[in-house]
């Protein structure tokens, strides 16, 4: 169990390391460091709370306020993200289907682990940003490698701090994509008079 842990917590963090920081310093053109020192207080948020959706208006604000992103990337990119971007729910489900494989002794053939990917990754994107759920989408894996659920009941004792860690990794990501896509589309962007975006939203 200690090792499963390991391995799922050394993957977020690997992810998000070498995938966010790359792409926000690759694509979006931002110090990796100062992304994640500025966008810490909603990790903190993320982490205390496991629910994407409830992080949401916090990891926006501090997007546009301390990263920089536009209020309308934001409100459009940011919101898209939580329902659909769960890389860190899509890591969590892949490791813990070979952990339970490994546990019931099952061999699975190469063609088993390519489907455990895409099951994994297209279970992600339906997952709905709350506590927990990333169990319930799990079965829908096992199942399709012919795993037994009961699997689900070995992990469901530390999940909740695995899914503290991974509800971070998704929001964060989140920011991360704001941040590429800002600086993508900054040259097509026009200038906003911030008080009139104010007003237009308090209509």
């Not at 992304?35 to 629910?51: C, I, P, Q, R, V």
């Not at 390519?114 to 990754?121: G, N, P």
């Not at 509800?167 to 994509?177: E, K, L, M």
């Amino acid at each position: 169990m200690a090792w499963y842990m390991f391995a799922v917590v050394f993957t977020l963090a690997l992810h998000s390391i070498l995938i966010y920081g790359g792409a926000v310093a690759i694509l979006g053109k931002m110090n990796p460091i100062f992304f994640f020192k500025n966008f810490y207080e909603a990790m903190t948020f993320a982490f205390s709370t496991s629910s994407s959706n409830a992080t949401l208006p916090v990891s926006m604000e501090v997007a546009q306020t301390k990263l920089g992103v536009p209020r309308s990337i934001s409100s459009f990119v940011q919101p898209l993200g939580a329902t659909v971007n769960m890389d860190g729910t899509a890591i969590m489900q892949g490791v813990a289907t070979i952990f339970i494989a490994q546990v019931f002794n099952a061999d699975l053939t190469m063609t088993e682990l390519l489907t455990v990917v895409i099951t994994a990754v297209l279970a992600s994107i339906g997952t709905a940003g709350v506590p927990g759920v990333g169990l319930v989408m799990l079965a829908l894996v096992l199942q399709s490698v012919n795993l037994p659920v009961e699997g689900i009941a070995l992990i469901i004792g530390v999940d909740r701090i695995l899914d503290m860690l991974r509800t971070t990794v998704n929001i964060t990501g989140d920011a991360a994509c704001a941040v590429v896509v800002s600086k993508l589309e900054e040259k097509h962007l026009p200038a906003v008079d911030e008080d009139a975006w104010d007003e237009l939203e308090a209509k």
